[in-house]
């Protein structure tokens, strides 16, 4: 007899309960309730409200990343959702000029975004405090003492992220740690899934993308929580051992890229040995179920089982790598390639063995902690500084079109509320700021989301009305359905939507018999602000993917050249890897980050706008077997004694940067497609004039320096020969 309860859903269910996602949530329950529970005892309802508002309103800031950065981005949602609500309290007074007001305030607000993820998160807060100016929800209450509420809230919801930080100050890590270990397992899978040509390996690479891009952004959340930690209250034995998980981690993520698989030859090899792609894949599913286990048990890992199958299957396929070198001695190719395909996956196990090793806590003094100086290296920092203002000023700006896209819209939504006097107007305004986003794609989808959540919310609303007759459930309800909306948003937005309709019900029926009416009012508001959303990004200055592919591109190229310069500057010093080398190595991972989700966004927008949709995933694919090259010489020469880098790989790495420049140049507009034949590019009969011809004395060389000459010549070849491609693919872009 199966359990009522899977496996699968206690595993979600367990996830779901650590993430930070619930613990806002929890904390945003907290700061709402605790002053309308207190307005009601001492009989200042109103008071209560507009604090708990005033909380909200600074809660959006409460996002991943360090605590500075949090109580920093919450106090700055709090100034501007204070300003905002004077503002917008004000314009009552001036009825002539609000609409013009309401305007120039939503462009300038949202264009603070031009500084950022968190300060778009400020950008927001400043926009809801805006549109609530405009509702009844301060009752009576005179400009000032609203504000002076709307500070307290901001204030009261800064203590509380403060204080969950005291009791719990090793959530957040502990949190987005574990979600590298599962994205890192999934990665895994994804590449023993890979190995099948039974398998369809287009949307198996698609999807492996994906994972790799939000496996990319979760390495700068914990990066950023982990090393601004350390710089704050200096070096502790639990972070520092954190730190070095996550490098770990980090280097399984290279090494995975840093050996590419050639399917052509894998295929004909495992269709005659389909054993030996058994064997293969076991112990990669095996390390990838591992990670998931210990990322299970990552806070506690006493009950991490010992048993693990890694060390067996590895042994299984040494034998079969030592059998077929013995029975085959004639293939020496398929010998080398199975070699290889060994030695990658040992270094993997070697990496989970040695997590492993410090999850279950080894003596102090037997740890390598990584230096803070070193560590601050790697933190992204973004740029606060007017120029950024200045320079996105204009119509090739993302920002500044979705700024003023956004204003004409929010004008228009508050002219048709007045127009036709619709009951609640500032709905539609709010739906307008929740959904709309600078892309398309992401717009259309929140529309429809927000949509079917709403639609969703107010049928369960309708049968709950119906049942229900109880002011005190109604509460109880209005709250829970808010807290479950903020642990939702993130993940779900559907589903948050279906509980914010719910939450907005529930309150209004605390005080209104005609609930039926605000549910009508609701789903209308939710319909015309989307429709307006909508039309606004399609209509008012679109911002196509297509538009911004080619910044982006060129920044993914500008950073895989600037790696590869890293790397030659390496190869000729040697000792221990450079930080600039590293920190290099992080940025081209990071835009090519960026570059994927570009492509995943373009796949969203209509399909007129897909025109150059191969092109740009050629380029993308292009881009990460290019990286994944690089990666693979970078750890090979990091990892192994090497020999004096030749002239002949100086000769070959110029033309492959030169070739780099080229595509940069096309990208940027400094040359123009039809110069491309009278521009340089250097091509394959370049590397067959150096190493082709004057490849030094091999015969006399050892074993170690023929593999690594071997090795470094193989991938010079397909370094040139993929950036001799790069530029002749940009030529089918059309010029934006």
Do not use: C
Not at 63 to 87: E, N, Q, R, Y
Not at 212 to 229: A, G, Y
Not at 643 to 650: G, M, R
């Amino acid at each position: 007899m199966k359990p009522f309860i899977s496996k699968n859903f206690k595993q979600k269910a367990k996830d779901f309960v650590r993430s930070t996602d619930f613990s806002k949530a929890l904390l945003i329950g907290i700061a709402l309730t605790t002053p309308i529970v207190l307005g009601v005892f001492f009989d200042l309802v109103q008071y209560g409200i507009v604090i708990t508002m005033g909380a909200m309103l600074a809660s959006p800031s409460d996002t991943s990343g360090s605590l500075s950065h949090k109580l920093t981005g919450v106090f700055l949602s709090m100034v501007i959702a204070v300003l905002m609500s004077i503002i917008g309290g004000s314009l009552s007074y001036f009825s002539e000029l609000k609409v013009l007001a309401i305007g120039i305030l939503t462009f300038f607000i949202a264009y603070l975004s031009v500084y950022g993820f968190r300060a778009s998160l400020v950008s927001f807060s400043g926009l809801f405090a805006l549109v609530i100016s405009f509702s009844p929800v301060a009752g009576d209450l005179v400009i000032l003492e609203r504000a002076v509420l709307i500070a307290t809230g901001g204030v009261w919801y800064m203590f509380l992220v403060y204080g969950w930080h005291l009791l719990f100050p090793k959530m957040p890590t502990e949190f987005y740690l574990s979600k590298t270990f599962d994205l890192t397992s999934e990665y895994l899978k994804i590449r023993g899934q890979l190995a099948s040509k039974a398998n369809n390996r287009d949307e198996l690479f698609k999807k492996l993308l994906i994972v790799q891009s939000e496996l990319t952004d979760t390495h700068e959340t914990l990066r950023e929580i982990l090393i601004s930690t350390r710089k704050g209250s200096g070096q502790s034995v639990y972070e520092g051992k954190r730190l070095l998980i996550f490098a770990l981690l980090i280097d399984m993520l290279e090494l995975a890229m840093a050996n590419p698989v050639n399917y052509s030859k894998t295929d004909t090899f495992f269709e005659k040995n389909p054993k030996y792609l058994t064997d293969f894949q076991h112990l990669l599913f095996e390390m990838s179920r591992r990670l998931k286990e210990i990322s299970n048990h990552l806070s506690a890992p006493k009950r991490l089982s010992k048993h693990s199958r890694i060390i067996e299957f590895l042994k299984e396929v040494q034998e079969d790598v030592d059998t077929y070198g013995r029975e085959n001695e004639i293939d020496k190719e398929s010998a080398t390639m199975l070699r290889n395909l060994y030695k990658y996956q040992s270094e993997q196990a070697s990496k989970i063995e040695k997590i492993e090793w410090l999850i279950l806590g080894p003596k102090i003094s037997e740890v390598p902690f990584i230096k803070t100086s070193e560590a601050q290296k790697f933190l992204t920092k973004e740029s606060y500084n007017h120029r950024v203002l200045v320079e996105n000023l204009n119509f090739n700006s993302p920002i500044f079109r979705h700024s003023l896209r956004l204003s004409v819209v929010t004008i228009i939504g508050y002219l048709i509320g007045d127009f036709f006097e619709v009951q609640n107007s500032y709905w539609i305004l709010l739906t307008i700021i929740v959904i709309m986003r600078p892309g398309y794609g992401l717009t259309k989808q929140r529309s429809q989301e927000r949509t079917i959540g709403t639609l969703l919310g107010g049928a369960i609303a309708v049968v709950a009305v119906l049942l229900i007759q109880n002011v005190w459930i109604y509460a109880v309800l209005a709250i829970f359905s808010l807290m479950t909306s903020f642990t939702m948003i993130q993940k779900n937005f559907k589903a948050a939507a279906v509980f914010v309709t719910l939450s907005v019900v529930f309150s209004y029926a605390l005080f209104t018999s005609d609930i039926f009416s605000v549910i009508q009012y609701r789903v209308v508001d939710t319909l015309i602000g989307t429709s307006l959303a909508i039309a606004g990004n399609i209509l008012l200055w679109p911002a196509w993917e297509i538009q911004g592919i080619q910044k982006t591109l060129s920044e993914t190229i500008a950073a895989n050249k600037q790696y590869l310069k890293a790397i030659v500057a390496f190869y000729q010093k040697k000792g221990e890897p450079t930080s600039e080398l590293k920190v290099s190595r992080k940025k081209a991972f990071l835009e090519l980050s960026n570059l994927s989700s570009a492509f995943q966004r373009m796949t969203q927008e209509p399909k007129s706008q897909h025109k150059i949709m191969e092109q740009v995933y050629e380029i993308v694919v292009l881009n990460h077997t290019f990286l994944s090259s690089l990666a693979s010489l970078s750890t090979y020469i990091i990892t192994h004694p090497t020999t004096k880098a030749s002239e002949n790989f100086k000769k070959v790495s110029d033309s492959i940067i030169s070739n780099l420049q080229v595509a940069e140049d096309l990208l940027n507009g400094k040359i123009e497609s039809s110069e491309l034949l009278t521009n340089k590019v250097y091509t394959q009969a370049v590397f067959d004039a150096t190493y082709g011809i004057h490849y030094e004395s091999i015969a006399k060389a050892n074993t170690d320096e023929i593999e690594e000459r071997q090795l470094i010549r193989e991938q010079l070849k397909w370094l040139l020969s993929l950036s001799e491609k790069i530029p002749k693919v940009l030529i089918k872009l059309p010029r934006i």
